[in-house]
C-alpha cells in the first residue's frame, strides 16, 4: 500500500526565498515555474504559509507518502482508523492530524520523476525525525495502521532515547523518545531531516562557498558514517547531512 516517501512539504514565509535557499543546500538548479525541489529518492514543496510567524518549522512541515492507488490506500487507512479526506483531484488523501498524533501526514500517487534526476553531491533524503512522548502509540499508528516496516527499537541510557526506525521505500521515519522526560500523551512532531550525501567532502566545501553555514565534518553514531549540521538557509527546519558507507537501505 504505501511504496515510499513522495516528498516533504514545507510551509514558508517566502517560497522564492525557501526555493533560493533549498537550491544551496541541496545543490539542484532551480526549475523554471516550479515550486518543488526533485531530487534521487523525494521531493521538497513548498507552499505560502497562510500566518507568518505563528508556527516553528516542525508545525509546517508535512510528511507524504506514496501508493499507486489513492482512492485504494485511503479506503484501507480509514478502515485502520485513519480517517482523512480526498483532495486536489483524488491526487491527495489527507489524514486527520488527530489521527497522527499531532503530525501532518499525507499520502499521494507515486511518481517516477526522480529516475531521470541527474547525480549530485546530495543524493537525497536519508530520514525524517519524529519527537513522540510515547513510542507505544507510534508503533501502533507507524507500524500498525501505515503499514511501515520496524527495523529498529533501541533504547539507549547513554544518550538517554528509544529510537524506533520504519523503513519506507528505502528511506527512515525515525521516531525519538526522551527517556528521561518519561511517557506522556502530548503530540507528536516532525523535528528535522537528515540527507544523504554521496560525497559529503564535497558537498560540505560547496555548501559552504554558496555561503551555508555549517558545522565541522563529525564521526555520526552510525558505524561507518560522518556528519555535519546546517545552521542556516532551511526555513528553520534542524537540518543533517549524513555520508559514508552503509546507508542503502531496501
Known amino acids: 500500500m504505501i511504496t515510499g516517501i513522495d516528498h516533504i512539504a514545507l510551509e514558508v514565509e517566502s517560497v522564492p526565498q525557501a526555493l533560493e535557499d533549498y537550491c544551496a543546500v541541496l545543490g539542484r538548479p532551480r526549475a523554471e515555474g516550479r515550486d518543488r525541489l526533485q531530487l534521487e529518492n523525494v521531493a521538497v514543496a513548498f507552499r505560502q504559509a497562510s500566518e507568518a510567524g505563528v508556527r516553528d518549522a516542525a508545525a509546517r512541515l508535512r510528511l507524504v507518502l506514496a501508493t499507486p492507488d489513492v482512492e485504494a490506500a485511503g479506503h484501507r487507512l480509514e478502515r485502520r482508523g485513519l480517517a482523512g479526506t480526498i483532495r486536489a483531484g483524488d491526487a491527495l488523501f489527507e489524514i486527520d492530524a488527530a489521527a497522527t498524533h499531532g503530525v ?67 528511506l527512515v521515519v525515525e521516531i525519538s523518545h526522551d527517556t528521561k522526560k518519561g511517557l506522556g500523551s502530548g503530540p507528536d512532531r516532525i523535528f528535522g531531516l537528515a540527507w544523504r550525501a554521496r560525497d559529503i567532502d564535497l558537498a560540505h566545501g560547496r555548501m559552504a562557498a554558496q555561503g551555508v553555514d555549517v558545522s565541522e565534518i563529525r564521526t555520526g553514531r552510525r558505524p561507518g558514517t560522518r556528519v555535519f549540521t546546517v545552521r542556516n538557509r532551511t526555513a528553520g527546519v534542524p537540518t543533517l547531512v549524513i555520508g559514508g558507507e552503509g546507508l542503502e537501505r531496501s
Open 104 to 170: 501532518a501526514i499525507g499520502v499521494t500517487r507515486a511518481n517516477d520523476v526522480a529516475a531521470s534526476i541527474a547525480a549530485a553531491d546530495i543524493a537525497g533524503l536519508d530520514h525524517v525525525v519524529v519527537r513522540t512522548p510515547d513510542p507505544e502509540r507510534a508503533v501502533a499508528l507507524y507500524g500498525g495502521r501505515l503499514g511501515l516496516d520496524l527495523r529498529l527499537d533501541r533504547t539507549s541510557t547513554e544518550h538517554g532515547n528509544r529510537l524506533l526506525f520504519f523503513v519506507c521505500g528505502g
